[in-house]
């Protein structure tokens, strides 16, 4: 079975499952008696990535005990307890090297009087920080590198020593990773939230862990949210919170991973400004401005050549596009007010009989992912690497009766959080993802709600029934895996 990667579009906790290997040394002692009985070393001029697994650790141990564990740098020649963050001489001599880790790739060794916290780090370059991309929320890789006054956030303003850039949500993390399950593993620290009172801190005066090396990176490839936190189920869930504690919460759960988006790509602000060709509007007055004309081959021939130029690197994608990593996504807008041209409604006529009785159908089906076909098979002929991504939702969830073409990645959009009360649309759902899965040769996403009816009852001011779902949740994230 082909390897699934998942996009979590509401905030959710994901607890990954552990690959161990080493041997389990003598307890190694963290703070003694409320003492510190050891150093954090970073590099002289450690990765994004590092600076705030260094941090991240010292405030935390902090919370737990009290003691405040220096952060030294390796050129300091430290004697004594360490804890190497990151890739540093120090970790070379032990033969450790970030690049010898896979992407997303991390470890957690103990070794005599030395735990290893590390993995793969995107590295601050003028080539890293040019790559183009946009995500599904259509921030670009750059905004997605988030700058916060740390100490702020964490609840320490007299020590705040300024903002710094946080790692990219996209961007390689392995020593947070590492940083994050220590944390969680060894020091019994869990963030449900971005605010105090989402976070578990224990309480003790000495901390000592033990146990074995830990060398693996998440199941789930690829793993997102609303990136803003702002959506008023959340404020409901998490109560009173910055914007900086967001940004932190999601680097404690991991968000990020592989690059890869995909939401509406064509809709008023991208027909106006980029794909605004007269040749190929849609002909229904309803969709004017927000809809096109799929069946057009002038279309096919400049989203193709867009997708090219992204592959090249030549120019920052229009606003409003998504696109990432192997990815150039491709998605209609949010309404079925489609072109009524010969060409469309032939194609469309074809789906009168896909209707399910749920929200997601194939009625569109034969007509929206023919577009898709026509657009990923010239893309493959000059790029036959990459991938055009697209959504299967609402009215073209199910896949089409022909083939596709390899390059064509598919997101299948699923109500999970309807899954504990309504039997007959989790059957959906699956239908059609089993579909995907039989008939897609390409890595295949998904888009899971989690958000109804929390949402609506907020929006709308009605009384709803705490929707906690903990093992539905991970039933269906076991069959993602």
């Known amino acids: 079975m082909k390897q699934v990667l998942v996009t979590l579009m509401v905030s959710a906790t994901i607890q990954f499952a552990c690959g161990l290997e080493g041997r389990a040394l003598a307890a190694f002692d963290l703070v003694q008696q409320g003492m510190p009985t050891c150093s954090i070393i970073i590099a002289e001029e450690p990765t994004p990535a590092a600076r705030l697994a260094a941090l991240e650790l010292q405030c935390h141990i902090m919370k737990i005990t009290g003691a405040e564990i220096p952060i ?26 970030g690049a010898d880790f896979q992407p997303q790739e991390y470890l957690i060794a103990f070794r005599q009087d030395t735990v290893i916290l590390m993995g793969r780090d995107w590295q601050d370059t003028e080539a890293n920080r040019k790559a183009q991309g946009r995500s599904t929320t259509d921030q670009t890789l750059q905004q997605l590198r988030h700058r916060v006054d740390y ?24 020593t947070c990773l590492a940083a994050y399950d220590f944390l969680e593993r060894f020091c019994g ?7 105090r009172l989402n976070i578990v801190i224990p309480a003790r005066t000495t901390l000592t862990v033990a146990g074995d090396d830990v060398r ?29 504690q967001v940004y932190l919460y999601w680097r404690r759960i991991r968000q990020g991973g592989e690059r ?57 994608l229009p606003e409003g596009w998504k696109a990432m990593g192997d990815y150039f996504a491709i998605v209609p807008d949010d309404n079925i007010n489609l072109c009524t041209c010969e060409a469309c409604r032939e194609l469309l006529d074809k789906g009168k009989d896909r209707k399910t009785g749920f929200f997601s159908s194939g009625e569109m089906s034969e007509y929206w992912f023919s577009f898709v076909n026509a657009v990923a098979r010239q893309v493959r002929k000059t790029h036959p690497d990459k991938y055009i991504a697209t959504l299967a939702y609402w009215s073209y969830a199910f896949a089409p009766d022909f083939d596709l073409e390899p390059n064509v990645s598919v997101a299948p959009c699923l109500h999970t959080c309807y899954y ?41 001011r009605w009384k709803c029934f705490p929707h906690v779902m903990v093992h539905e949740t991970a039933r269906a994230m076991q069959m993602f895996i």
């Open 260 to 316: 890869w988006a995909g939401n509406h790509t064509f809709h008023r602000n991208t027909i106006k400004t980029v794909l605004n060709d007269p040749e190929y509007q849609c002909q229904n007055p309803r969709g004017l401005g927000s809809q096109l004309c799929y069946t057009n081959s002038k279309l096919v021939d400049q989203v193709a050549q867009m997708a090219r130029d992204y592959f090249d690197g030549k120019g920052e």
């Open 420 to 460: 504990p009360v309504h039997a007959e649309m989790k059957e959906n759902d699956l239908r059609f993802y089993r579909q995907w899965q039989e008939k897609s040769e390409a890595p295949m996403f998904l888009w899971v709600y989690y958000h109804h009816p929390m949402e609506p009852a907020l929006i709308d």
């Open 151 to 174: 100490w702020k956030a964490v609840g320490y303003p007299d020590r705040s020593a300024g903002e710094m850039e946080l790692p990219g949500i996209f961007d390689d993390q392995g």
């Open 189 to 195: 620290v869990r963030w449900y939230g971005p605010s």
């Open 216 to 244: 693996r990176s998440p199941a789930l490839k690829h793993r997102s949210a609303l990136v803003g936190g702002s959506w008023p189920f959340l404020r409901g869930q998490w109560g009173d919170y910055t914007q900086e």
């Open 72 to 97: 030294r740098s390796d050129g300091d020649h430290i004697e004594g307890r360490r804890i190497l963050v990151g890739e540093s001489p120090a970790t070379r001599q032990l033969g450790l090297r």
